[in-house]
T-cell receptor, first 112, second 119 residues
Framework: GNSVTQMEGPVTLSEEAFLTINCTYT??????LFWYVQYPGEGLQLLLK?????DKGSNKGFEATYRKETTSFHLEKGSVQVSDSAVYFC???????????FGSGTRLSIRP | EAGVAQSPRYKIIEKRQSVAFWCNPI?????LYWYQQILGQGPKLLIQ????????DSQLPKDRFSAERLKGVDSTLKIQPAKLEDSAVYLC?????????????????FGAGSRLTVL
């Protein structure tokens, strides 16, 4: 079936460090892929998305590339800030069911 | 635009009691979702409405959970009777469309959630 697997957290980094959060997926067909972020005390917000293979989504310095050959959608940022501390969720949409499923989330903490 | 509104934000009840959560989606959004997010896990879809019809409720525990979306706008999720394992955050989300096609239209906007504690 369709599923999303994320690297387990928590991930703790120092400010200005390079960030990678791994996400791989299993899906039939050609899903769309998303990263959502949940800041403390807030609801989930869309961070970025990619709708087809080789697309790169980007927002707020974060990037992720839809890699069909490795079924991956890893989230990266070159220099993290304290304000990036949050929980990050990878998600996929399989349009045959118009259904979005989420990974288990990765908690990121950035030290000043 | 106004976001997705949910209430109450917090609720504490005893097991076997009942509880109801309310959601008002973004105006004009045809699709409404209820997700359950247990601590440390990703959101799990409970039910998806397209206008006022149910698209998917395969993971809704129908012996105790019910949901309705009257007139295709507001929605209510009810739990009766509650169990300890129902302790979670209940997230409501809406999107412009829910069907196949343009994935951009399937971007979900979430409310802040309703945190339920069952004692």
């Amino acid at each position: 079936g369709n599923s999303v697997t994320q690297m387990e957290g928590p991930v703790t980094l120092s400010e200005e460090a390079f960030l990678t959060i791994n996400c791989t997926y299993t899906a039939t067909g050609y899903p769309s892929l998303f990263w959502y972020v949940q800041y403390p005390g807030e609801g989930l917000q869309l961070l970025l998305k990619a709708t087809k293979a080789d697309d790169k989504g980007s927002n707020k310095g974060f990037e992720a590339t839809y890699r069909k050959e490795t079924t991956s959608f890893h989230l990266e940022k070159g220099s993290v800030q304290v304000s990036d501390s949050a929980v990050y969720f990878c998600a996929l949409l399989y349009s045959s069911a118009s259904k979005i499923i989420f990974g288990s989330g990765t908690r990121l903490s950035i030290r000043p | 635009e106004a976001g997705v509104a949910q209430s109450p934000r917090y609720k504490i009840i005893e097991k076997r009691q009942s509880v109801a959560f309310w959601c008002n989606p973004i105006s004009g959004h045809a699709t409404l979702y209820w997700y359950q997010q247990i601590l440390g896990q990703g959101p799990k879809l409970l039910i998806q409405f397209q206008n006022n019809g149910v698209v998917d409720d395969s993971q809704l525990p129908k012996d105790r959970f019910s949901a309705e979306r009257l007139k295709g706008v507001d929605s209510t999720l009810k739990i009766q009777p509650a169990k300890l394992e129902d302790s979670a955050v209940y997230l409501c989300a809406s999107s412009l469309f829910g069907g196949q096609g343009f994935a951009g239209a399937n971007v979900l906007t979430f409310g802040a959630g309703s945190r339920l504690t069952v004692l």
